[in-house]
């Protein structure tokens, strides 16, 4: 599975987790519908879950005028997802990690969920 693959599949993933509160085996299943279990998809899944609390401290540490808790479930799930890429995996320059993260929050948010997430991870990097 290529990288950017991996990325939409772990923001399904955790978009469900967090949203539906299913739990992962299920819903990693039902995500990759037959699909085998990237290495990088789980990396990604398993670092946010496992350091979630970590990663919404930094997010909150560079949102103006947001809560965490005011955030759309795809910029959230998108955020998280880029500061363990970032700040934990850091296996891929930070400039690709934020144009695929932008990429897919196109696709998945709406149409300023991009540029609000480039705002917020640009902070998080300076």
């Not at 987790?17 to 990237?38: A, K, M, P, S």
């Not at 350091?51 to 401290?57: L, P, T």
């Not at 320059?93 to 144009?99: A, C």
Request: aromatic share 8%.
């Amino acid at each position: 599975m290529k990288r950017r693959a991996a990325r939409e599949k772990a923001l399904q993933i955790l978009f469900s987790l967090d949203i539906e509160e299913y739990d992962l085996e299920t819903t990693l299943e039902n995500t990759l519908d037959g699909e085998d279990r990237d290495s990088f998809l789980l990396s990604i899944v398993n670092g946010v879950i496992e350091n979630q609390k970590e990663i919404d401290e930094k997010i909150v540490n560079h949102l103006e005028k947001w809560s965490i808790t005011r955030l759309a479930f795809v910029e959230k799930t998108l955020l998280r997802m880029a500061t363990y890429e970032l700040f934990y995996l850091k296996d891929a320059p930070e400039s690709v990690v934020i144009n695929e993260v932008i990429e897919i929050a196109h696709i998945f948010g709406d149409e300023k969920s991009g540029k609000f997430i480039n705002g917020v991870l640009s902070k998080m990097i300076k």
